[in-house]
């Protein structure tokens, strides 16, 4: 039991918290997923590195919402246009002009967000919001490791 618990933690656990913050160093984490209740709860908790103004969160959820029908609709999209082989894997990759497609409106948010708050708070909004699904997925192992 111990083994696992290790394995788990020394090549699950440490390279994805890791990895969440190297591979884009922009992204703005779960935009899409922590709707729009979420969002308001988590920059006004004591979590949160940045405190934002009403209007500044009704901004930042009416641009998300705007795009978030789209966003899901090309996801979903990519993820029917994925090949699978006659064992059940995937042998290829999704459609790469649908990438391209969310990949752009993703960009057009956070460039929006970007525009709002400046350099200094949309950082400390990327970090709230990757320190929040850092928690998230924490919680989530715990809960896992527990014996039944």
Known sequence: MKNL???LFLYLLIPLNLFAQQENPGKLYGLFTIGDDGLRTLVNSN???VKLSEK???EIIQIINSRK?????LNDQANKSIPYGPNGYPIGKADPVLLDKIENIYNEIQTSIYNILGEKRYNLLRRTLIDEAERKN???MKKSLKPR
């Open 69 to 73: 029908k789209e966003f899901i609709s």
């Open 47 to 49: 979590r949160s590195q």
């Open 5 to 7: 618990f290790l394995f």
């Open 56 to 58: 500044e969160i009704n």
């Open 138 to 140: 924490s919680s989530r």
